[in-house]
């Protein structure tokens, strides 16, 4: 719910979404999460049909939360970061996705303008995600995660109950050991607003549009 130029970041990266036909929506919210629903309530004003998992005091990481809203998604759906904008073609990455067969594909971003978050996906030659690692800087890091996925709603059931459960622990690491994540690769940087230098950056982006 961050100001920027005049509106919430979540209402741009929901409009970006609506742009590209992207209109059914589901909101995994948590804490003050009330001020969420009471923005954008069921989403028609913005011509879009928003509905809302939500935590109820215990904390399910960001897989749990997922896990928590399996049976609200579609057999196949996106997932994006909340402080994640990705402006890019998503009918063309989903298309991707139903091309590789895989239960999931990864958008990854190759860092060459500075995102701000390091590297923390390695590639193989065939555009798999071969590992993920957001605590070191190994060398065969040459990608980063750039906070949108295409998921199969059946891969959830790789995650365990026990929460809270991360999705680099509880859904990823399965998902690259049974070479079921794939990779698109974008040469469009993300942006987020984690800190006061990449808000202004997405600031600056969107007032030269």
Do not use: W
């Not at 049976?71 to 402080?83: A, E, H, Q, R, S």
């Amino acid at each position: 719910m961050v100001p920027v130029n005049g509106k919430p970041f979540l209402l741009h990266l929901l409009e970006l979404l609506r742009d590209y036909g992207i209109k059914d929506i589901v909101l995994c919210i948590g804490y003050l999460g009330e001020q969420i629903k009471d923005y954008l309530n069921d989403g028609k004003d913005l011509g879009l049909n928003i509905k809302y998992s939500e935590e109820q005091g215990l904390l399910l990481g960001t897989g749990g939360a997922l896990k928590q809203a399996q049976n609200l998604l579609d057999d196949y759906f996106l997932v994006i970061n909340g402080d994640t904008y990705l402006p890019v073609d998503y009918g063309e990455i989903y298309n991707i996705f139903l091309k590789r067969n895989r239960k999931a594909l990864m958008v990854v971003y190759d860092n060459q303008e500075n995102t701000g978050v390091k590297n923390n996906v390695a590639i193989d030659s065939n555009l798999m995600v071969i590992k993920y690692d957001k605590e070191t800087l190994d060398s065969d890091l040459t990608h980063v995660e750039a906070g949108v996925l295409v998921l199969e709603r059946d891969a959830l059931d790789m995650m365990n109950e026990e929460f809270p459960v991360s999705l680099e622990k509880g859904l990823y690491t399965a998902l690259i050991q049974q070479r079921e994540l794939a990779a698109y690769v974008t040469n469009q940087r993300f942006y987020d607003i984690g800190t006061p230098e990449q808000y202004k950056i997405f600031e600056d982006f969107l007032g030269g549009r």
